[in-house]
């Protein structure tokens, strides 16, 4: 039985029943009016039998999911309240967002109240293999929630590491079907990658308009707006998306002065604004976001004239994360982002103890050196304990880019 | 060309050129009368134009290596001295094996003294995708040493991960064809499986005389004789194998008392022996150790009777290191092993920042806890300063279960 079937709506566009969300052309917070309504809905789902999954990874191809029927949200964890609990298990010197993560799962099922209220509204937890903390967090996750792992190649230029992501993505569809009962056909899959290229194609609109100079609109804005992408329905979003960027085109911006600034790094879950704020705090304005909250989150387009499936391998196989191996495709794009949105400088952001991104960062800052654009590294968690000192060198930095 | 048809030496074991290692029968280092001998002949080898491959990890199979005619060391650092070194580059948060590693490649492409003296030797480095940190060291490496990673699916129960392991492995034997010049015959394959399945024999032999009560031999010992494997050549290994076995089988050994304990979690390097000397310095005696320079490294002898190169795919891929996912094979031959080897109690040891072998304790302590098999957690790296404190915690440890 298939619930719905167009879940992620591209057929059943409407904006009608959606508050505007644009009260002003220059708030902090575009799409806060929709969450209500799709906790409403996911609810409703529930109670109708829709399974819900939840994610952790964009490596996790949520056409696949959409296509069965089901529905997706990302419960990647970017809040500290919950970390204290995550510690009493995992160790401390593991990365902020792993242990926020867990923490919001141990505590939805001691019946808590401090994690995040999305945990539990899913039936399963679909997860992949990426990095060595979230590859043995999920481990332990399995005891507490039904938990699907989908395992990854590490090496994408390799000859056959398609064809295994292939096979990955194949046993993760009957995985999907056994789940829901619905079977999925290939145009139930092709609608799902229109759909999913219609949100990407309205991102590359909203980040082309980064590109002028002033920038429309504030980056810690844009980056709330990414967050949310992992928890509103697809409509719900790219309804959001089509009203924000006709006001941004449409209205006179507010003069945003200051240095011109990209973060590249780690990604930025809800909750985790730190940075970002601070870097517009101290009065530059970041035009650009390469991360899983930023670029890497829509970039590249399904290709819609393949067999879908082979499709969706390639495109999702070539996602440019640092755990893959050799990950130059990530380097260039770096430089390639920076010259595009014309930035001043990068701020090169790791959570603290992700040795994927720590390290890459070498190899990030002699391709940006080579093209002498400034970098600063910070390395941060989800505490405020740093927030003085960071403040300090960001000023130190803008005051060098000006 | 094929320099020698039999590097290994299966068909021309003799051990009239080697000085015995068995001075006494309770030596703290038995094989280093080997030393000298295997540098000159690695000298003399690259004289010869033969190659040298350098490894850092169980992952690579060896046997494809001396099929080709080349020779093998295995490069990964236990030592301090080059880690400064290292983190002039590398991230000071990440694990000491890959700092010291890297530190001593730098060093030695300075033409510094500091380092081993092995990694001039070498002529490539042959990598694998396994943990986040080492994955991406090998990437700064390859700007400075031939580097060459073999991927590894880490889903080893995923229906297709054996093909793609074995699609990397024949990629592997044309990399080490082209090296060398010589093409892989399947006899030679299997000649050199027989080899390999000839020392893990050995092995087992060597830690069968362990479950005596009490056992002929230190831990600590036999911990620097596993780490020797990874330099000398398997010829002299076996050689130096077969006489230590004779002489524990034959000599009476001198009563070991104390608690029996279980070393499990990352490998320890050569020059990194800290808590094996502690753990027996303080009254223990150390009868096994699971891990990279203990049981994981012959455990599972490779199968004869397959394809040889099908046979080398399943066996390698199932080696139950932490970076594959899920890892019940590790956690359950833990609980057996410590049955067999009759342990009072385990340590467990992570190497800092090493997140796989370090969030995987969780579900080693709770199978140990299970069987009422006391475990105590150490994290440290290759400093000293840790060296008081960790030795009061063993003392409290080896208390408790006296």
Redesign the interface.
Known sequence: MKPEMTRSGLRGDTTDHFHCPQGTHDRNDYFEEYYEDRLGTLHEERGKGVKIVGTFCLFVPDEIIFAAGADRIILCGGRSDTITLAEQ???R??CPLIKSSFGAVLDACCGGTVSCPHVGLVDVVVAE?T???K??????L?ARVPTY?L?????PD????V??YL??IR?FRTFMEDLTGSRIRNEDLEREIASANETRKILHRLFALRKRDPPPVRGSAILRVMQKQFFLSPDQFRTGLRILCDNLEKTLPPTRTGPRIMISGCPMAAGNTKVADLIEQRGAVITVEESCTGTRAFWDLVDENKDPWTALAERYLHIPC??M???DERVSRIVDLAKQYRVDGVVYYTL??C??Y??????VQKALKEEKIPMLAI?SDYGDSDTGQIGVRIDAFLEMLS
């Open positions: 298990s995992l160790p010197n593991i293999a990095c060595d903390g590859k043995k967090m999920y481990e332990l399995a792992v395992d990854l190649p590490q090496r390799s000859p056959d590491a064809a295994y096979s990955e046993k640092a755990c191996t050799p990950n603290q103890f040795h994927g720590n390290i890459e960062r070498l190899r390395e």
